[in-house]
């Protein structure tokens, strides 16, 4: 398929930014199905302490020879004075009878944190590594526990951590194996992250679970002159977007508000020589946003951090149907609106 060069301009002329004040467009409702893999998204709670002592259960599952995606997002206490050597990340034990091969990939982040604007850069990054990663494998023999993939950090004294990451994993067998999601002292033990009894505790808001998707799938026309809500939150118009959970932890939100780092992937007919328009819904408490985007199949690229006002726009190529992928990373807020020129 010929494609046209990228165009990662973002405009600022006043003009442009009043396209998304929606007096002349309408903002339709859209239904959407689901695809892809199993994803763990595990962020409530997204705010506890840990230090070189701790160890946390976030959240476990079963493994079979389907890939499971996991994403985690979470600042991290320090007491203020913690230097120590702590990890985040995800074990695996073989519970089965034969040697379990474990295929995986991953992306991570840790940094000090500020509750800020700043992570959704470290976010975006992190997807678009993911995207990009190289596969690994490990073999676990019959009983055996490892901490397959983890991110480690050192707390800077007088300053809280910051850490994100996405990872994917599957195994060679259907039963038996399973794994967990943790955060602990580096000196922790896949051993001991299984004597873990319970997972800790949601505390409301947040989503922690798991889900029947990775993917959510739409088709739009780029001759229509309505305008497209994606990651919807709160659910108002859109049909469908976040149905396919399977199990959300006692105490969490019972949805993935804002899909965050899933793909939607958006199928465009009567694409040829249109330009895609992409715009966060602006508001007093979101001044910054980002995301992670791919076009036509091509690389995975980070859209360049905007601020009120400002939108991405991307050329669709010459062909009639075009493909565009997008992913909301950690740190942002929901509902980006999608319109055609």
Not at 56 to 82: A, M, R
Not at 145 to 171: H, L, M
Not at 296 to 303: K, L, R, Y
């Amino acid at each position: 398929m010929k494609r046209s060069n990228l165009i990662r301009f973002i405009f600022t002329i006043l003009p442009l930014c009043l396209f998304f004040s929606f007096t002349s467009y309408a903002l339709t409702g859209s239904t959407f199905s689901s695809s892809g893999n199993h994803l763990i998204y595990v962020n409530n709670p997204e705010s506890f302490g840990l230090n070189s002592g701790d160890l946390i259960y976030l959240y476990g599952t079963d493994l079979d020879n389907s890939y499971k995606d996991v994403e985690f997002y979470h600042h991290l206490y320090n007491s203020w004075s913690n230097a120590g050597a702590c990890r985040v990340g995800v074990a695996i034990t073989n519970k089965g009878s034969e040697p379990a091969i474990i295929t995986y990939k991953g992306s991570c982040t840790a940094t000090l944190d500020g509750y800020n604007f700043a992570v959704i850069e470290d976010t975006a990054q992190v997807l678009k590594n993911f995207q990009n990663a190289e596969y690994q494998t490990v073999t676990l023999n019959p009983g055996e526990k490892k901490i397959v993939w983890s991110d480690d950090f050192r707390f800077t004294p007088g300053f809280s951590e910051f850490v994100y990451g996405r990872a994917q994993f599957k195994s060679n067998q259907n039963s038996g194996v399973r794994m967990r999601v943790f955060a602990a002292g580096q000196t922790k033990t896949a051993e001991e992250v299984f004597k873990e009894p319970l997972p800790i505790k949601g505390v409301g808001y947040g989503f922690c679970g798991e889900l029947s998707y990775s993917e959510k799938n739409i088709t739009l026309d780029a001759d229509s002159s309505n305008n497209t809500n994606l990651c919807e939150w709160p659910q108002s118009l859109n049909t469908y977007e976040y149905d396919g959970v399977v199990k959300s932890k006692t105490g969490a939100s019972k949805y993935h508000a804002g899909n965050y780092g899933v793909v939607y992937n958006m199928t465009i007919n009567n694409a040829a020589n249109k330009k895609i328009i992409i715009s966060p819904k602006w508001s007093q408490d979101r001044s910054y946003a980002t995301l992670v985007y791919s076009v036509n199949n091509g690389p995975w690229i980070v859209g360049e951090k905007i601020t009120t006002g400002m939108f991405w726009i991307e050329e669709l190529g010459y062909e009639q149907i075009a493909n565009v992928k997008f992913m909301l990373p950690g740190g942002n807020c929901g509902n980006y609106y999608v319109s055609f020129e």
